[in-house]
């Protein structure tokens, strides 16, 4: 959508002003309703109060503004960006704003949410809409003073001026613009117009952070709080059948120690006696001898991509036919482990369930489920429940789950103390709730020298690909298509995993792209953009991405990374995937020490419309693809018996700074609403690295991580 | 249990704890210094880095009861009343993406620049090697590193 396309919601759905007691204007916004068309609001109109609101903007008489940022950080950014949308529209200076993380209302969430990358591309409207609005109230404010028509005024940097020259300021009419009724049609700024969009801001906790200021639900400390350190059953599907505290009791600090399901907590007054008084604890678990190992699940994802029982995800033309008629056929089958998240901050969360409500306080991506979950739990009323949202160190879709906050309130509503529950390494790796393992299988036919046919197959762990996915590239590009799926029921527990199944199928696609731009001698990347081109964009409603923004980034990748223009000692490898509104081109280049790869540049080309703030943009696609690098290369996670085996750093490898390569990024520029970059970064880069690694030594890596592969030699592709 | 002093940002402070109390707990449960972070327990993250004696120090596996007579100093002494060049560094380059690991970053990065003033690029990638970022801002701490560098010469 063009940004200066026909807004249709009212503003009277969502924006509602108040005259601050202490002076200055207090302007709230329901920021999800008025996301989507056709939104009914929560509750009549004339009854609304400021609960209803789940973001604020307050205008002091100084016109200082504070934005009260909706959305949880997790490092991606947005509590530095959304506000930056609201500032550009209003027309304040920047360094005349500050942000708060909005304050929530449990009784009132709609969508309060860090996850999908989706908090800009769902923002965008509303928070231009409502700073735009507030500015013209200020405008009809001081036009109503000067006794002119509003029309003849103009508002820039925090100052309203008139046609005779007259200014105010934005703090000079706040009162009055407090009492006004809130306008209809305002005009948004083009984007050619933009202070504050477009141009770097520095992430507004930036003092907080590089001074160890308290900011994280690992920092929080209450009045009387215990902290309790878990025991869980080591094996998933392993069961708790007795345990001795009289050790753990004994331990310095250690007050209480009790049992809800198969877990077992201690309590205790500081951090280290309670990490030692769960070591203490001498459980006696179920036998683990059947649980499930990898090697069970490496045979269960076989016989799914083997069965002819999968779940049809997308078929178009004849794929039965295409593979029949075919010149030659490629098929691959690619393998990925369950990955931990690993966020820096292990799980953590307070809880105080006491007589009158439930306070919770912590690291979480999904406040408004978590609490309604919380108030399920341990049967109290929602409107009990108090959430307060803190810093995240790290989310990667691991705080998506609030098994962590559900645990810290079932020992609150037992001992009736305030908890926070702390989680080891140990825990949290252990605990987790992965990214699933999955194999693909995919076929290409090829037909004097095009792609005739192309069948993807998913066998994955608990659940499959979620349903935009099909229809993602190559699906249209190609008229003979099929994507089907199964999945293996565990009880390992997964879950989302930074840009789900995408991280993975990237890859898998990405490398076989490649080969079949080796069987039909074509360069890799004139392979794409020819199938490109097979695509019109908006004649198949059902495909995600678009044909022309792809095909532009791709071209801006390979200019920007000398595609095919390198010397004799780097190699090169490309991938190009559209995944979460956002379509990214990598171009990656490597080196040989004594036949080892080095990592040496990734050059990124992103479409992501209108970006924001570069600075934590360019921020978002470095980490995505180091992230992306790093697991390929690395990421390894394997269950014997139901035990996960690596528990923590000193075996689990994460990529440090020496294996890094430069990532350079590089924004395709246009005018179109802004999508999300906390993951499109991530799932082509180990795709371009695999590509890469092809390209210098003939090898052909199918399974992650890519370290226990990684050898000279060649293997032979056709079947 | 243990009692003894230990003087943390040149502020001495008298701590009852079991005698294997980690530096990192006393620090942040005791003397409430919470800026220093723990990532692993077991050293290999570098989150809970801090100086003792002007070195960086891994805090969680430090027993804060044998530092008696050690200067410790934490991110939230590293520098007061202004911003240490490191910590400049940091803000101009917008370093962080979560935040959580930067204070062990910077608490490392400012002892490797008293040793080596004038470091190169690989001396800079050996030194910040063992501090692990899971947002992998890694591209931004070299470049802050070696800014921090240039304002410190």
Redesign the interface.
Known sequence: MKTNDKITFSRRNFIRTSALASGGLLIGFNFFNSCKEATVPPVDISKLDFKDFNAFIKIAENGYVTIFSPNPE????VKTSMPMIIAEELDVPWDHVSVEQGALDTKNFQRQVAGGSQSIRFGWDALRQTGATAKQMLVNAAAAKWGVDASTCTASNGIIKNSNGEKLGYGDVVNEAAQLEVPENVTLKSPKDYKIIGK?A??V???K????????G??Y?AEGML?ASVSRPPAFGQKLISFDETEAKSI??VKRIVQFGDKVAVLAT????A??GKKALNVNWSSSNDLESSSQHNEELDAILNSKNLDLRREDGNIDKAFAEADQILERTYQSPFLPH?????MNFYANVSEDKVHLVGPIQTPAGTARRVADLINRNPEEVHLEMT??????GRRLYGDFVLEAAEISNITKKPVKVVY??EDDMGAGIYRPAIKYRIKASIKSGEVTGYHLKEAAINSNMYGLIPNFFPAGAIANYKVETGNFQSKITTGAWRAPYTNFLAFAEQSFFDEIADAINKDPVQLRLDLLKNVKDGEDKSIEYSAKRMTDTIKLAAKKGNWGKTNGNTYQGFAAYYSHNTHVAEVVDITLNNGRPIIEKVTVAVDCGIVINP??AK??I??????GI?HAMYGDFSFKNGKPQDL???SYR?????D?P??ETHFVENDLSPTGLGEPGLPPAGGALANAIKAATGQILLKQPFIKSIKNRKTDLSV | ?ANYSLKVNGKVYNIT??DD??LL?VL???I???????????G??G?CTVHVNGVATRSCLLPASRLEGSEIT???G?ETDK?HPV?EA??EL?V????????GQ?MTASSFLKQNPNPNKEEI??A???????????????KAVALAAKKMS
């Open positions: 997790i490092g991606q950014g770097g520095i992430n906790d930036i003092d952070i590089i001074t160890g200021k308290p900011l994280f690992s920092d400390v902290i310095n600090g500081n951090t280290w006696a990490m030692k690993n966020c820096m901050e292990p810093r995240m160190g790290g989310g990667f080891s390494r600075t934590g921020n978002q470095e980490g995505g693809v180091i992230d790093g923590n750093f000193g994460l990529i440090s700074m020496k890094t430069i990532v | 249990m704890s079991d109390t980690p707990w942040r449960d005791e409430n210094l919470v800026g220093t972070k723990y990532g692993c327990g077991i290999q993250c989150t934490t991110i939230e590293l911003l910590q940091w803000k917008d962080p993406q979560c935040g959580y690991c930067q204070a910077i990638r050996n910040m090697n063992a501090n692990l970022c899971r947002c992998a801002s890694y591209n931004r701490i070299e």
